[in-house]
């Protein structure tokens, strides 16, 4: 999966449940996979915990993309592959 497309993935989950709320999700394809972290508390760096948490969570040199809010209007998107 590109970044792209889990990008407009996570556009049209944002279109339906709002951006307020939203909370890193990563995707991990071979394995179609997602999982979302939750109990995130407010006052931490999102992105540096949102990359540590994704890059606990493949199997082996599995590939995974991660998406995370980065203020009240954006969302950034980080994809993992093969080691790098």
């Known amino acids: 999966m590109t970044v792209q497309q889990f990008a407009a993935i ?3 989950i944002i ?3 709002g951006f ?3 909370i890193p999700t990563a995707l991990f394809p071979e394995r179609n996979h997602i999982e979302a972290l939750e109990g995130k508390p407010a006052d931490v760096d999102v992105e540096g ?3 540590k948490w ?3 969570r493949p199997q082996g ?3 995974y993309l991660v998406a995370f ?3 009240q209007t954006h969302f950034k998107v980080v994809r993992h592959f093969s080691g790098a």
Do not use: G, L, N, P
């Open 10 to 12: 996570t556009f049209r």
């Open 15 to 17: 279109a339906k449940d």
């Open 20 to 22: 307020e709320d939203y």
């Open 49 to 51: 915990v949102s990359r």
């Open 54 to 56: 994704a890059q606990d």
């Open 61 to 63: 040199t599995e590939e």
């Open 69 to 71: 809010k980065i203020d």
